[in-house]
């Protein structure tokens, strides 16, 4: 009796051993590819200097996902590649590059000349199958000194299917319409 609970006991413990969770899935969100555009050569390029801030509840390796009104839930094992933060950053700042007036992004404070580009994602997350939504503030100033009008953004992008590479890709179509909003009003102001 004593040497059957032993072997069971072993083989109880290989078993717990040999069991590993399921691996974390990484995601990144990317700007589209687009064909080679060609400038003309006095074509100037304006620069700007971007700002993005996020909540921290957002600013995490784990993805939110959406679970009611105010219920927000971590998914442990489809994370984020890089900070939420940064990636939302270069995807604004690549997509503001290829726009049809171009402008080169540099990082905050460079240079007193350059105009200002400020948004505050106020939030970002979506259902699988379901939709993301993005809301923002944003402001344009031709200068730091300036106190431009802030503007308030909105979308809802559907996630077509209950996985979560669709919802991704619904966060990056979020984002590329706010990158669209940012171009509008760039191309306003020069």
Known sequence: MKKLFICLLVLLVSALGCA?????????????????????????????????????????????????????????????????????TRVLSQELAAGPSPVRVNAPGSSAEESQIWVQILRLDGTPGGSVHLAADWRIAPSRRDNAQVHSFSTEVPASAHC???????HEQAIQELAAELRKALSRRW
């Open 20 to 88: 590993s969770s399921p691996p974390a899935r990484f995601y990144l969100l990317n700007v589209p590819a687009r064909g080679q555009k060609t400038q003309p050569e006095h074509s100037s390029t304006d620069r700007v200097s971007l700002q993005v801030q996020v909540p921290e509840y957002l600013d995490r390796p784990q993805i939110v996902v959406r679970k009611g009104e105010n219920r927000l839930s971590l998914s442990e094992l489809d994370r984020w590649a890089e900070p939420l933060s940064r990636m939302i």
């Open 164 to 170: 979560m590479d669709s919802l991704v890709q619904a």
